[in-house]
């Protein structure tokens, strides 16, 4: 098991070399409003942007946007509650290394970390929203194909770190402590159970495969799958704010109950 001390002898070091963007915007929301520090910090990911639209619909919607669209409607949301200060990898239609959102997480000192994607897959019948947890070996070929595609977003970052070989994901991966999987699984239980009472699910749809993007050692990491863009009913459900407000409230009940299981270490509440 990592050690908080190997941690940061060994990972925070190989962390900190990464380069860093100017462009991040931190923790706006939070500093609008004063809140206390001690509330807990949900940390935001909506995949892609700038010139990495993510999947394209199969009527040209761009991931993209329907991820920021997503993650904004959330980031009130949960806002509202008065109970979490919410910070974001991206708050425009900027992109962001893959590495560069775990560490921006990081810095920020992030409870947990929620990346919102609506990716696709070669088969447009599939349809459903699922939700993913890191491993190094996938649950499924379809969960690993998503990854792989999802990982290929670095092909965008010329000029900078590209994605880690995969020998140094898994090496992180091996990595991250018992009790960071432990939780990962309990938000992902917990989204899970919220989205399948409003929005339809793929098959088995709590699912791993190894996405850089949940590799953080200390900070439960999940990484929603909303729908596919690549079939025509999710992809049309995500272009409506109406559903995306549903989603959004989905996922914010998996996030009080997930806090509130894992303060109290009873099971997820309803
Ligand atoms: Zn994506």
Known sequence: MLTRRVFQRMVMPALASLPTLAAVAFNEAASAAPVRSSLPL????P????MDPGAIGVSGTFEKYIAINTAME???QLLATGRYRVAMTRTRDVFIPLDQRVVDAQRNGASLFVSMHADAIANPAVRGAS???LATHPSDAQSAMLAQSENAADRFASGQAGAPSAAV????ASLVRRETRTESALMQRAVVDSLARNVPLLVNPARHAGFIVLQSAEIPSVLVEMGFMSNRADEAALRQPAHRAVVAAALKGAVERYFTAVATGAPLGG
């Open 131 to 133: 939700v993913y947890t």
């Open 47 to 50: 995949g892609h942007g700038g």
């Open 74 to 76: 959330l980031r009130r």
């Open 42 to 45: 949900v940390m935001l990911d």
């Open 169 to 172: 994901t898994n090496i992180l």
